[in-house]
């Protein structure tokens, strides 16, 4: 079944402004990932946050965790129009599987 | 580091043919990769866990039979989709990680396979 849910399914943004991309999920995790996806590309790794972990923070990426909302958020501050992408959350279920959700669509517009 | 290479980026083949594609750890040892299915604008479906030196463990709903797993190094698992058909036609994806569970995973760039 499907573990991460994204949130919203696409987003339309300026370049410059900010873009938040949410991510919720449904059983206990061990950490949650962030990737980004070209487009016919393969995925690439943001930032993992684990379960004991509230906030992190790479660049221009901020991620949060609240575990008791089972929830995630990815923050992208200053967007480019190279932040065009899909991002995705993925969940470890303690080394079970990498489950990820459906991903959000950002479009930078320049 | 952690790079995972994919081969080939994109194949084209007749319906009954079947199609291998590779996935190579290049500067890490990877004991488990797990391939992925990807439909446009869509997330990746989890079809397999490839294990070295032992069977593939399949989702759910995978043809084990259509979708062969071979894992014969620690460097290299390759998917051979056999007897394909158009409806095969998809994003397939490779991705491992040097560290076990609990560390992000590095991915393949994907292979577009289409199915004529």
């Known amino acids: 079944s499907q573990q991460g849910e994204e949130d919203p399914q696409a987003l339309s943004i300026q370049e410059g402004e900010n873009a938040t991309m949410n991510c919720s999920y449904k059983?206990?995790?061990?950490?949650l990932q962030w990737y980004r996806q070209n487009s016919g590309r393969g995925l690439v790794h943001l930032i993992l946050i684990r379960s004991n972990e509230r906030e992190k923070h790479s660049g221009r990426l901020r991620v949060t965790l609240d575990t008791s909302k089972k929830s995630s958020s990815l923050l992208i501050t200053a967007s480019q129009a190279a932040d065009t992408a899909s991002y995705f959350c993925?969940?470890?279920?303690?080394?079970?599987?990498?489950?990820f959700g459906p991903g959000t669509r950002l479009s930078v517009l320049p | 580091g952690a790079v995972v290479s994919q081969h080939p980026s994109w194949v084209i083949c007749k319906s009954g043919t079947s199609v291998k594609i590779e996935c190579r750890s290049l500067d890490f040892q990877a004991t488990t990769m797990f391939w992925y299915r990807q439909f446009p604008k869509q997330s990746l479906m989890l079809m397999a866990t490839?294990?070295?030196?032992?069977?593939?463990?399949?989702e759910q709903g995978v043809e084990k039979d259509k979708f062969l797993i071979n894992h014969a190094s620690l460097t290299l698992s390759t998917l051979t989709v056999t007897s394909a058909h158009p409806e095969d036609s998809s994003f397939y994806i490779c991705?491992?990680?040097?560290?076990?569970?609990?560390?992000?995973?590095?991915f393949g760039n994907g292979t577009r396979l289409t199915v004529t």
């Open positions: 059983t206990s995790i061990n950490n």
């Open positions: 993925a969940t470890d279920n303690y080394g079970q599987n990498f489950v």
């Open positions: 991705s491992a990680t040097p560290q076990g569970w609990d560390s992000p995973l590095h």
């Open positions: 490839s294990n070295e030196g032992s069977k593939a463990t399949y």
